[in-house]
């Protein structure tokens, strides 16, 4: 264990130190490099899928569930968005630099800020192997280093990826050093990650709720992250039952196993009688399991086709991450902004209505870190914010908030130009 944590300690430093050059890097430098990423991703593939293959096999013997087995997994066409959201980065503009809110004061000093990189970026994951291609391009393209270390779990994937960064990097002409992963599983090791606050700048930890909560009770530096993430679609009473139906469809079933997918579905009673029968039967196809209130009960029931199971407490408020979807009938707009107030988590919430006020009380009142109106939930992600990807989704306030692209990772800078001024 001494061997590892002085192997943790030296890339550390080794980070920091490139952090320092990277910091002013150009940005045709940045974008080569993450060309290079995009084309040894998809010239590397069959590499990459193997080792993805292998912890796929491991991890479904180990009895890791569906929901879990679907975000590890890699294949082609997974494998071919992740290069496209690579390329995506490259086309932005580069933040690093960026002045803003410059002014002068009456004393003739002319100050204003300077956008600047964070410097060591600690990333910690579950899971998701495109994460290690995710955080670091955004790392690299922001002007931060980074060191990644993500679960035993998908170690082989991550090495694998890791290595086509590394080498990627090194030919565009990066400093050595600037992405680092650490290939030891042993948890010990994030313990003392996170005690090195004079190497690392921000923690971005992604996975559950214990990982989130273990990194933020222990890190010795700022936290960016999100906790449990429980999605509402609250259809009005004026809503469009058609448009309605394509919507929830779409946050429940297009991909359940994710955090931005529908969790509840509120319901307005004027229009529950009419609207749920039709989503019903587009989520019975899907094979979706309906935990129902008494009302949304009483309404299905006669229909013997659908998968009804009577709403319990611990129903609201829960993240399913699966074809399951608790289902209550509210009358007013007024109980359905209590109802997210109480069981909401601060992620994603949506609307469905044709009643402008009602819209516009929903966007000013519900306090999450994106608020829908007539659309899926299932657009909260970096690439369709136009981010080109995202190193984690934020539920937090201070400082950044939703999906975290290349401006959150970086802070700011006072630049102060005068001309001899002196404070009297």
């Excluded at 289902?327 to 919430?349: F, N, P, Q, W």
Aim: proline fraction near 3%.
């Amino acid at each position: 264990m001494k061997n590892a944590i002085e192997e943790l300690e030296a890339k550390g430093k080794a980070a920091k130190a490139a952090s320092r050059r990277l910091a002013y890097l150009s940005a045709e430098v940045k974008n080569k490099a993450l060309a290079n990423i995009a084309g040894d991703l998809l010239a590397r593939k069959d590499k990459i899928l193997a080792a993805n293959k292998t912890d796929c096999q491991q991890a479904e013997a180990a009895g890791m569930e569906a929901a879990m087995l679907d975000r590890l997994m890699l294949d082609s066409g997974r494998l071919e968005a992740i290069a496209g959201d690579v390329l995506a980065v490259a086309a932005l503009p580069d933040p690093v630099g960026e002045v803003f809110d410059m002014r002068t004061l009456p004393n003739g000093l002319l100050v204003g800020k300077k956008r600047v990189p964070f410097g060591v970026i600690g990333a910690i994951y579950e899971s998701r192997p495109n994460v290690t291609i995710d955080i670091s391009v955004l790392c690299l393209k922001s002007g931060n280093a980074v060191i990644l270390r993500g679960g035993k779990e998908a170690v082989r994937s991550n090495n694998a990826l890791a290595g086509v960064v590394q080498e990627a990097i090194t030919r565009a002409g990066m400093p050595g050093g600037v992405v680092q992963f650490i290939e030891n599983t042993d948890r010990s090791l994030v313990t003392n990650l996170l005690k090195m606050n004079g190497v690392i700048d921000l923690i971005i930890p992604r996975g559950g709720p214990g990982l989130i909560e273990s990194v933020r009770k222990n890190a010795s530096m700022p936290v960016i992250g999100a906790g449990l993430s429980v999605c509402h679609t609250y259809v009005d009473r004026s809503a469009d039952a058609a448009k309605a139906v394509a919507i929830a469809f779409n946050a429940k079933v297009q991909r359940p196993s994710v955090c931005n997918a529908l969790d509840t579905l509120l319901v307005h009673s004027d229009i529950a009688r009419r609207y749920l029968p039709l989503l019903a039967a587009e989520w019975a196809k899907a094979g979706v399991e309906m935990h129902c209130d008494e009302r949304a009960l009483s309404i299905l029931k006669a229909n013997s086709s659908l998968r009804l199971t009577p709403a319990s407490g611990e129903d609201w408020g829960k993240e399913f991450l699966a074809l399951v979807a608790a289902v209550k009938v509210v009358d007013s707009l007024d109980e359905a902004l209590e109802h997210i107030a109480c069981y909401g988590s601060g992620a994603d919430e949506a609307i469905v209505t044709e009643d402008y006020s009602a819209a516009m009380r929903f966007l000013n009142e519900v306090d999450a870190a994106c608020v829908y109106v007539n659309a899926s939930t299932r657009f909260t992600d970096g690439g369709q914010f136009g981010l080109g990807a995202e190193v984690a989704i934020s539920t937090q306030k201070m400082h950044a908030r939703g999906p975290l692209g290349l401006k959150e990772l970086t802070t700011y800078k006072w630049i102060i130009f005068g001309s001899g001024q002196v404070r009297s």
